[in-house]
């Protein structure tokens, strides 16, 4: 009996841990991100592309690791399997206390992102400082992070609904059933154009933050042995120059 329950424990082992991506010790990286962040990740024919998809890509290749992606999805979904070990890597993400609890973050980040606030076309909204977002209604997408201090800020001043997608949150603007939307200013602009809302909404001049993103590790994943190389290769690519011309590459690609 005591053999059986030792066997069925293993099995039950075995199965669980098929389940969760390998890791690097099988010379492969499994990869997630945003699937709707151009020119940082999208997603495209069931895989993600984009600049950061292309940096991370590079930097395994110099350790002999290949790279799969898969296609993304829902950010709140995405982030999850990062928590539960099902990919090794997310890239595009947002630093906060939550969840630098599961997630290694590799600093430097990889680029600043200004986090714009949009409006109608013909909307006289006047913004200084987060305080004029009292009193109105806004709206982002599902599990988007803002850092920790805005996000605790709005959970207690403000009135911010979530949706799962950034078209969503056009259209309800545009009914009036939103005062504003909070994203980051280049891929909400790219998908407002891509849309045909690009002349129907404007954003506010001045950011209601800059906000880093970072290339992280899942702490359930043996890849994190490579760290220290990804801190100094993203250190280094930041620097020269080179994770720009990624970004515009995949900006003119998108």
């Known amino acids: 009996m005591f053999r059986i329950l030792i066997t069925a424990t293993l099995l039950s082992l075995i199965v669980s841990m098929n389940a969760y991506a390998l890791g690097c010790q099988d010379g492969t990286a499994y990869i997630s991100g945003g699937s709707t962040y151009p020119p ?45 070990g099902k990919v090794d ?63 605790e800020f709005a959970k207690t001043h403000l009135h911010i609904e979530r949706v799962k997608t950034i078209n969503q949150n056009f259209r309800k603007l545009l009914r009036k059933r939103i005062d504003y939307i909070l994203g ?15 002349y129907k909404i404007k ?24 760290s220290d190389y990804f801190k100094e290769r993203i250190a280094e690519m930041t620097a020269d120059g080179s994770m720009d011309e990624l970004l515009e590459k995949q900006y003119l690609s998108w």
């Not at 950061?52 to 590079?58: A, K, P, W």
Request: charged content about 25%; overall charge neutral.
């Open 40 to 84: 940082l990740s999208w997603e495209h024919n069931g895989e993600l592309r984009g600049a950061s998809i292309d940096l991370v890509t590079q930097i395994f290749s110099e350790l002999d690791i290949k790279v799969v992606t898969d296609g993304g999805g829902p950010w709140k979904r995405v982030v999850q399997r990062a928590k539960h």
């Open 89 to 151: 890597m997310l890239v595009g993400v947002r630093r906060n206390s939550e969840r630098e609890q599961f997630l290694e973050f590799i600093d430097p980040p990889i680029t600043p992102a200004a986090q714009a606030i949009f409006i109608l076309k013909e909307s006289r909204f006047k913004y200084h400082d987060w305080s004029d977002l009292k009193g109105k209604v806004g709206a982002t997408t599902l599990g988007v992070s803002f850092g920790s201090e805005f996000d």
């Open 203 to 226: 954003f506010v001049r001045q950011p209601f933050m800059i906000i880093d993103e970072y290339v992280t590790f899942s702490k359930l994943s043996d890849c994190r042995q490579h």
């Open 184 to 198: 980051p200013l280049l891929p909400t602009l790219l998908y407002a154009e891509k849309s045909g809302y690009r």
